[in-house]
């Protein structure tokens, strides 16, 4: 399983951006999706993530602005990101968690930089 984040770049305050991240090989049981985030000098957070059953959970700092979505047919995961402010600031990650063989295992894509100026 091979995971790939798109859609960063450097927008400002206020403006809003949208990344996708591209799933290839087989899921066999999906746990979760979801996209995380690390700013310099700080430990990667997660900002959202969603189920096998399309519920979604988000972290306080970016509820009511960021709307996490998948297109299955795509094998694709989005992230919806609004009203974006300088703290958004940081290298976005994807990630994956699947029960396969009797085991989960956890997949991550390459990140993706999203700058946001004041």
């Known amino acids: 399983v091979q995971l790939q984040a798109s859609g960063g770049g450097l927008v400002q305050a206020g403006e809003s951006l949208r990344l996708s991240c591209v799933v290839s090989g087989s899921i066999i049981e999906l746990q979760y999706m979801g996209w995380h985030r690390q700013a310099p000098g700080k430990r990667r957070e997660l900002v959202a993530r969603i189920t096998g059953t399309e519920k979604s959970h988000y972290a306080d700092s970016v509820q009511g602005r960021f709307t996490i979505s998948k297109d299955n047919a795509k094998n694709t995961l989005f992230l919806q990101m609004d009203s974006l402010t300088p703290e958004d600031t940081a290298v976005y990650y994807c990630?994956?968690?699947?029960?396969?063989?009797?085991?989960?295992?956890?997949?991550w894509g390459q990140g993706t930089q999203v700058t946001v100026s004041s």
């Open positions: 990630n994956t968690v699947e029960f396969s063989g009797g085991s989960y295992h956890d997949y």
